[in-house]
Structure formats: C-alpha cells, structure tokens
Nanobody, 122 residues
Framework: QVQLVESGGGLVQAGGSLRLSCAASVRTFSRYAMAWFRQAPGKEREFVAVINWWGSSTDYADSVKGRFTVSRDNAKNTVFLQMNSLKPEDTAVYYC???????????????WGQGTQVTVSS
C-alpha cells in the first residue's frame, strides 16, 4: 500500500512562489512514476506535471511550463513541485499521485494523496 501526504500549500500573492512536497510511505518509491494534478472549484481535475522513476525525465502542462518544476529525492521518498510566478488561475487543490508508468491521465494513477490547497490572490 502506498500512502502519499502532500504539504506546502497556502496563500500567496500573484507572482509569488510555493514549494509543494509529497512524502510517500513505501519501500519501492523509486519504482513509481510520480505526478501532480490539480482541481479548481467547479472544474475537472487536470494534469500539472510528471516525473519518471529516476527523475531523468519530466513533462508539464502547457499552462505551467516554464513556471513549475517537478523533482524527486528517492532517498527521502519525496517528490516536489516548485511553483514560481504564480497566477490566480493556479488556485486549486493540488494532488500528488503514483503510478507504475508515466501517464498524463488521472485514471491511470492508483495512489493519491489527500491534496493541499494553493490559493493565489490577485
């Protein structure tokens, strides 16, 4: 069983930065591709970023490309999302998720955290 716990969300002004963390309680963390999704009020959950098992490959939604960076520390069973130049439209609950392979589709992820709220004020 994989348990994921996000942290680092909060309230920030537009243009500011936040760093989200997702700690995994699993021995084989390095076997999982890790992704970040987000869901804004009244909207469907959407893909944000993904990183492969060893951190050698990443990809991003067009809306965050150049502003967000995903990384992982397999020794600490943790994945990060560094968010810079935040915009009000980035306001959402952010979830980390784990899967056996890299995917952009939320239904292909078997394990999810509880989410952390990010609010960007204008």
């Amino acid at each position: 069983q994989v348990q994921l716990v996000e942290s680092g969300g909060g309230l920030v002004q537009a243009g500011g930065s936040l760093r989200l963390s997702c700690a995994a309680s699993v021995r084989t963390f390095s076997r999982y591709a890790m992704a970040w999704f987000r869901q804004a009020p009244g909207k469907e959950r959407e893909f944000v970023a993904v990183i492969n098992w060893w951190g050698s490959s990443t990809d991003y939604a067009d809306s965050v490309k150049g502003r967000f960076t995903v990384s992982r520390d397999n020794a600490k069973n943790t994945v990060f999302l560094q968010m810079n130049s935040l915009k009000p439209e980035d306001t959402a609950v952010y979830y980390c998720a784990a899967a056996d392979s890299v995917s952009y589709r939320d239904y292909e992820y078997d394990h999810w955290g509880q989410g952390t709220q990010v609010t960007v004020s204008s």
